[in-house]
């Protein structure tokens, strides 16, 4: 194709001038845009070319025009080619035809969608190819006001939110644009045969095989009987939903950065935050939470955020739901979302779990690096001639001093095991299993088998990060001191 040329002058009739108001009032385009039409060869396109040809010397638009060919319909399809080149011929407008196998393009994983949809998807996939190749500022389509209220029959009858009732925006994406949008299907034939210019009739939209031409010409009509000005209602409605809309997703997304947290194999959210916001922003943390994870920006479905909503929210810890791709489980007061992909072990994963089950071995003195967490263990031996430990550092969660004449053994950093028990400081000598205690501390299932473990044949030492056990810990009387520090990953390199 040609680069978009500029038209000859002419003079804008009335009804592109009041296009062109539309235009500047939402900002679909500037002057001096180089713009790509949609061409089906319909009484929309043809109409949207014609009107931007007129209003091309006064915007300084520069205008190509692309049609696409599914071959579906065989030689009435290839005409509808033809009819569109001659068109650009007589407007003098560069012009493209690509040729889409939808055969093809339903092979590759779509033969689940409609037909209709398969062959919107793969016009978009030309169009931005085409138009990116162009250069093109903006990419007009002639969807009008009887498709968008067309849109929204249909969305009603799906049940829809108000994304959907919002239905069909003028601009999308910052490069497609609908400048026709606020016109009627009427006034648009009005104005063609005013003009005096053709277009084609696509035969298969008179076919009450797809639920739009059921609604076009069933249920828009009898709606028409009740209401004279049911189109401009839905117009209006869905200009106040798309509003509210905006709103809510604005909302949706500060509430999603408040409650939510990104973390290395998911996204975590609080559950108690996410309960407190009103049940339309949950259902937004959730979608925004899901997109995140699965990256479909068209869903999810509302029965997979409320499957969430209903089985997670007031159920107890443990329970965990698959839905679109994401392994969500509620762990005590969080939820935790994983993919699927992210949840199943990889077996580089599984090779680092297996061998941190076994135990590594943590030499004194040295740093071991833990491959569950990425965090490193630095170990160290200290000699007090006076009896003191008061040169060794303060015990904390991430530091534990030992008395070193109290262990004998090897030292071992490992992940848990059932049945491992240990005598946790500050419980006067009793024992407990270890399982018992991440349960007190609320720690997630999945962060359990994390965590490491530093242990002798006498027994372990220390939970690392939570709690020592009070056996092996220095005392007053200890001379020599066995300091181990867990480091964080960005840490490690300073510990020297």
Known sequence: MNRPVAVQPTTPTLFARRIAAGVRAGKLFAPGDRLLVALSGGPDSVALLSLLVELAPSWDLRLAALHVNYGLRGEESDEDARFAAALCDRFSVPFQCERVSLAREGAQGRQRSSLQEIAREARYEVLVRAGRKLGVDKIALGHQADDQAETLLMWMLRGAGTA???????????????????????????????????????????????????????????LKRYNPAIVATLLRQADILREDDLCLEQWGREQTARVACRERDGVV???????????????????SVLRQLNGNENGPTFGAVATILDRLIQSRSGSVVTVEGVRVERTYARLRFQSVGQSDPSPRTKARAQAASKGLVLAVPSV?????????????????????????PTPSRRVAVFDADRVTGALVVRSWKPGDRFSPSGMQGRTKKLQDYFADIKLPRL??????????????????????????????????????????????????
Not at 279 to 284: D, E, F, I, K
Not at 461 to 486: I, K, M, N, P, Q
């Open 368 to 392: 071991l690096r833990w491959p569950l967490t990425g965090q490193s263990l630095r170990a160290g031996l200290a000699t007090s001639s006076t009896g003191s430990v008061a040169s060794a």
């Open 269 to 287: 959210v609080d559950r108690a935050g996410l309960l407190a916001l009103p049940v339309a922003l949950q259902r937004r943390v959730i979608r």
């Open 447 to 496: 962060d359990r088998a994390k965590v490491p473990l530093l242990a002798t044949p006498e027994g372990i030492l220390w939970v690392c990060g939570y709690r020592a056990d009070h056996r092996f810990l220095a005392t007053s009387r200890t001379t020599r001191t066995l300091t181990v520090e867990l480091l964080d990953e960005a840490s490690e390199g300073g510990a020297g």
């Open 164 to 222: 959907g009732l919002a239905g069909i925006p003028p601009i999308r994406e910052s490069f497609f644009i609908r400048p026709l949008l606020q016109v009627s299907r009427s006034e648009i034939l009005d104005y063609l045969k005013e003009r005096r210019v053709s277009f084609r009739s696509d035969s298969s939209n008179d076919k009450p095989l797809y639920l739009r031409n059921r609604v076009r010409h069933e249920l828009l009509p009898m």
